[in-house]
C-alpha cells in the first residue's frame, strides 16, 4: 500500500501486478463470464426488490384509495365531476387545471404554482403517456381522481434531479378545462 500512497499525479504507471492474498482473492474470478454472472445476480436482485415495491405501493393504494378502478393498463381512476360533449381527439389542444402528488400526499406540482391551467395537445407525446390516456377519454368540465403506474409516467429514470424518484406511482387530480 505504500506504494500506491506514493503515487502522484502525472506519475505514468508501466505495469500494475495484483497479488490476490487470502482465499477469498484467490478463488475470485476476473473473467468475462464470471462478470456477467454477477451483473445477472446484481439485476435479478434489482427486479426483486422493484417488484416488492409496487406490490407494497399497490396495497397502499387498494387501503388509501379502495374505490379507484383500475384499468387493464394499471391506471387507477375515478370521477370526480362529470363533464360534457366529447372527448378530445389527437392533435387537439386540452387545457387543465391538475395536481400532482406522490402517494404520502406530498405535492409536486400544480398548474396553480404556474400561474393557472396548462395546455397541450393530445396523443402527440408532448406530456406522460398516463396523462395522453386519461384526458383522452375525458369531457370538457370533467375532473377525476388518478393513479399512474411507474410505467406511465416517469418510469425507471424518474425525474433526473428531482423531484420525482425511479419507479414512482403518481396521483392527479386532472380537470379539464377546455378542448380545442
Do not use: C
Not at 9 to 27: F, N, P, Q, S
Amino acid at each position: 500500500m505504500d506504494a500506491v500512497k506514493k503515487i502522484q499525479k502525472g506519475d505514468k504507471l508501466d505495469k500494475v501486478e495484483i497479488i490476490r492474498v487470502g482465499a477469498a482473492a484467490k478463488a475470485f474470478k476476473a473473467d468475462k463470464a464470471a462478470l456477467d454472472e454477477r451483473n445477472a445476480a446484481a439485476l435479478e436482485s434489482v427486479k426483486k426488490l422493484s417488484a416488492a415495491k409496487v406490490s407494497a405501493d399497490q396495497a397502499l393504494i387498494a387501503k388509501q384509495w379502495p374505490d379507484l378502478v383500475k384499468g387493464s393498463d394499471g391506471i387507477f381512476q375515478k370521477t370526480l365531476k362529470p363533464g360534457s360533449g366529447p372527448s378530445p381527439q389527437k392533435g387537439q389542444s386540452v387545457t387543465v387545471n391538475y395536481k400532482g402528488s406522490f402517494l404520502d400526499g406530498k405535492v409536486f406540482d400544480a398548474s396553480s404554482l404556474h400561474g393557472g391551467p396548462f395546455s397541450f395537445k393530445i396523443g402527440v407525446g408532448q406530456i406522460i403517456e398516463g396523462w395522453d390516456r386519461v384526458v383522452s377519454t375525458m369531457k370538457k368540465g370533467e375532473k377525476r381522481f388518478v393513479v399512474l403506474p411507474p410505467e406511465l409516467a416517469y418510469g425507471e429514470a424518474g425525474t433526473p434531479g428531482g423531484p420525482i424518484p425511479a419507479n414512482a406511482f403518481l396521483t392527479f387530480e386532472i380537470e379539464v378545462v377546455d378542448i380545442k
